[in-house]
């Protein structure tokens, strides 16, 4: 089992870069696939990006693809969203889930644990 733990949303003008942080606890971190989903007010939870438990694979949404890169570290249990040329519609509360199934892809129902959300808000 695994608790992720997200961090370093904020506040940003369009065209600028934030990093995202999801740490998660357990010893099993590198066995589990991790994707990073958002929602903004109003709006469902949706797809931003998927890795694969050994980073081995990448997936992107079409409306963050060549903006976004996911990565991550499993020796320190984290996994990174670097966001660059942010635009005002990537404004939303970031989540970062862990699937501990051997899946992989953008379906939010594969995913067995999520984190709270960091809020990324970006200013035009």
């Known amino acids: 089992q695994v608790q992720p733990v997200e961090s370093g949303g904020g506040l940003v003008q369009a065209g600028g870069s934030l990093r995202l942080s999801c740490a998660a606890s357990?010893?099993?971190?590198?066995?589990?696939?991790m994707g990073w989903f958002r929602q903004a007010p109003g709006n469902t939870r949706e797809f931003v990006a998927a890795?694969?438990?050994?980073?081995?694979?990448?997936t992107y949404a079409d409306s963050v693809k060549g903006r976004f890169t996911i990565s991550r570290d499993n020796a320190k249990n984290t996994v990174y969203l670097q966001m660059n040329s942010l635009k005002p519609e990537d404004t939303a509360v970031y989540y970062c889930?862990?699937?501990?199934?051997?899946?992989?892809?953008?379906?939010?129902?594969?995913?067995?644990?999520w984190g709270q959300g960091t809020q990324v808000i970006v200013s035009s």
């Open positions: 357990g010893r099993t971190f590198g066995r589990y696939s």
């Open positions: 890795i694969s438990w050994s980073g081995g694979r990448t």
């Open positions: 889930a862990a699937n501990s199934r051997d899946l992989f892809g953008s379906n939010p129902a594969i995913y067995d644990y």
